[in-house]
């Protein structure tokens, strides 16, 4: 079991940039995948970026290029930097973790990100 803490978020202008860090509570070794997840409001929660234990990272279309996963085993977090930022970008971004062996996620409690125009 984990929990996760997220923080980072905030208002930006357009093309500006934010890190966003997730910190592990618990055995970071007993996961599997962890990702940063976003919902807009009226929108469904989509996957933005994942990586996986072995470092392979993948995102969505409309991040790629802009934003990179990253973790830091030694500090326990997880994080996502968000450059040129985009008003689309608004939303409420969750971090996500998955244990091996296991079907469900682990979330956090979420970080507003807005982006002004």
């Known amino acids: 079991q984990v929990q996760l803490v997220e923080s980072g978020g905030g208002l930006v202008q357009a093309g500006g940039s934010l890190r966003l860090s997730c910190v592990v509570f618990g055995n970071i070794f007993s996961i599997n995948l962890m990702g940063w997840y976003r919902q807009a409001p009226g929108k469904e929660r989509e996957l933005v970026a994942v990586i996986s234990s072995g470092g392979n990272t993948g995102y969505v279309d409309s991040v790629k290029g802009r934003f990179t996963i990253s973790g830091d085993i030694a500090k326990n977090t997880l994080y996502l930097q968000m450059n040129s930022l985009k008003p689309e970008d608004t939303a409420m971004y969750y971090c996500?973790?998955?244990?091996?062996?296991?079907?469900?996620?682990?979330w956090g409690q979420g970080t507003q990100v807005t982006v002004s125009s």
């Open positions: 996500a973790a998955r244990l091996h062996g296991d079907s469900d996620n682990y």
